[in-house]
Nanobody, 115 residues
Framework: QVQLVESGGGVVQAGGSLRLSCTASRIVFKRTAMAWYRQTPGKQREFVALITSDGNTNYAQSVKGRFTISRENAENTAYLQMNSLEPEDTGIYYC?????????WGQGTQVTVSS
């Protein structure tokens, strides 16, 4: 069974930075597109960023220019560097492996941005 383990969440002041990590097991990581989603209070889970196996990236408009998704295939790990954080970024961040009809999800990591 695929396992995705996130880490790196925490509490930070507005304007600060955090880096989230997602380590995968039991998948061919280098061939798998990886994504980050988040669930903010009162909203449904929403897309944040994606990186393909070729390293191409895509971002939600709300985070473009502030967040950077990357991957290290040798470590089976995807990252989300989050800069210039805003209180509206507060939520649970989930790692996602794009595995066709059966995507995999991590357990989530909490990010709290105080004003």
């Amino acid at each position: 069974q695929v396992q995705l383990v996130e880490s790196g969440g925490g509490v930070v002041q507005a304007g600060g930075s955090l880096r989230l990590s997602c380590t995968a097991s039991r998948i061919v990581f280098k061939r798998t597109a990886m994504a980050w989603y988040r669930q903010t209070p009162g909203k449904q889970r929403e897309f944040v960023a994606l990186i393909t196996s070729d390293g191409n990236t895509n971002y939600a408009q709300s985070v473009k220019g502030r967040f950077t998704i990357s991957r290290e295939n040798a470590e089976n790990t995807a990252y989300l560097q989050m800069n210039s954080l805003e209180p509206e970024d507060t939520g649970i961040y989930y790692c996602n492996a794009q595995l066709g009809p059966h995507p995999a999800w991590g357990q989530g990591t909490q990010v709290t941005v105080s004003s």
